[in-house]
């Protein structure tokens, strides 16, 4: 009985280890048999399909939109875009879902010595259609940027920015507000290209009641987006309140500010201002209208430093600054500028304005634009 123990694992183990190693060889084949029609597929990908395997590496386009003409006594002129904010006039009574937002153009011309500087408008004027809504309301456009090779703008009712082509408003990216993690849209108000990233924010003050009582802090966020549409939504409450107490106004206080514009100079390294109103005492609604300020404020990448600077005259408050954009050859010198003015929440009237940042000189005083329409962007076509 000991000899028969002894001697049937023997037995038993011979045939076991054989089926192990054919089972091993036929695994091995197949294997090798699915690595090469995987290798064999990737390449056939990325021979045919080049755009699929580079989407998210695709390199920043750089093109602009427009080229300025230099003329025979050493003038230049540029072509340039605006668009409205309809507000509730946005939508088209006659249509069941639609919304829209008037643009027009015109070219800018400066002086050789950069002393004098016109605008002469094109008798069209475009309409951009969305049939996109938030709330039965959409196409309140907030801004003008070109990045990426796209003239983009942005909703601030629905968050949506969206690429132009011709006469089209073509979604791109979806905004939240706050930190991101709301239903609720982002109410851009500015837009900025920053190292090949596109910064969209807000109004800069704390959410608060017509009255003034606050909410929260999520028109106080910046939203970063990449060339390939990446979001990231970035707290900027230090970075407004800095703005706000170079101008004067304390913090903790009933004071506020408001911004429509902003950009950033890659040349000077620096981020540029142009508050729209601002003011020492509580937000309401209804004085708010008469707070507009002439100021261009000039920070410090990092904020640690705010220079603040006047732009004209002041006036009786009822315009502010809306959007501006750096003159193309300047040196970021040069800022055309919108204003526009607004009564009982009903826009009033649009300015344009051209100045020099270091001198001061004003080389287009603020010359009304034709209809009773609030112009919120401008760009370079």
């Known amino acids: 009985m000991a000899g028969s123990s002894s001697s049937s694992p023997s037995r038993r183990l ?15 084949l197949v294997v090798m048999s699915l690595t090469a029609l995987l290798m064999s597929s990737y390449y056939s990908l990325r021979t045919t399909l080049p755009e699929a395997s580079n989407i998210f ?4 386009n750089f093109s602009q939109l427009g080229e300025p003409k230099t003329y025979s006594d050493g003038s230049r002129s540029f072509k340039i875009a605006v668009i409205t904010d309809l507000d509730h006039d946005s ?26 500087a016109s605008v002469q408008w094109d008798d069209e004027v475009v309409s951009i259609h969305s049939q996109i809504a938030a709330g039965g309301r959409s196409m309140e456009l907030s801004d003008l940027a070109v990045f990426d090779g796209n003239l983009l703008t942005i909703d601030d009712r629905t968050g949506i920015i969206y690429k132009i082509v011709g006469k089209d408003a073509v979604p791109w990216v979806l905004l939240n507000d706050g930190p991101g993690n709301v239903t609720k849209g982002f109410k851009g108000e500015w837009m900025a290209v920053k190292n090949h990233q596109l910064y969209v924010g807000g109004l800069g003050k704390e959410w608060t009641t017509t009255e003034g009582v606050f909410v929260n802090h999520h028109p106080m966020y910046v939203k970063v987006v990449s060339h390939n549409g990446c979001v990231e939504h970035v707290r900027w409450v230090d970075e407004y309140i800095k703005l706000r107490t170079s101008y004067g106004i304390p913090h903790p206080g009933p004071g506020y500010m408001i911004h429509e514009s902003a950009q950033f100079s890659e040349l000077h390294k620096k981020w540029f201002f142009m508050p729209r109103r601002a003011s020492h005492e509580k937000y309401t609604e209804a004085e708010d209208e008469h707070r507009g300020t002439n100021v261009l404020l ?3 990448e990092d904020f640690s430093n705010v220079e603040v600077r006047h732009v004209g005259e002041k006036g009786d408050g009822a315009r502010g600054f809306s959007a501006f954009q750096f003159v193309p050859g300047s040196k970021d010198d040069l800022i055309v500028a919108l204003k526009s003015e607004e009564k009982d929440g009903v826009p009033q009237a649009s300015y344009i304005t051209v100045f020099s940042v270091s001198s001061g000189r004003i080389l287009l005083n603020e010359s009304q634009l034709d209809g009773k329409f609030k112009y919120e962007g401008i760009a370079f076509v």
């Open 14 to 28: 011979k045939p076991l280890q054989a089926q192990q190693s054919g089972w091993s060889t036929s695994t091995v």
């Open 57 to 60: 590496s695709r390199p920043y």
């Open 91 to 116: 939508k088209i009574p006659d249509a069941k879902n639609k919304w829209r937002s008037l643009m027009k153009y015109g070219t800018l011309k400066i002086d050789v010595m950069a002393k004098k």
């Open 298 to 300: 000039v920070a410090d």
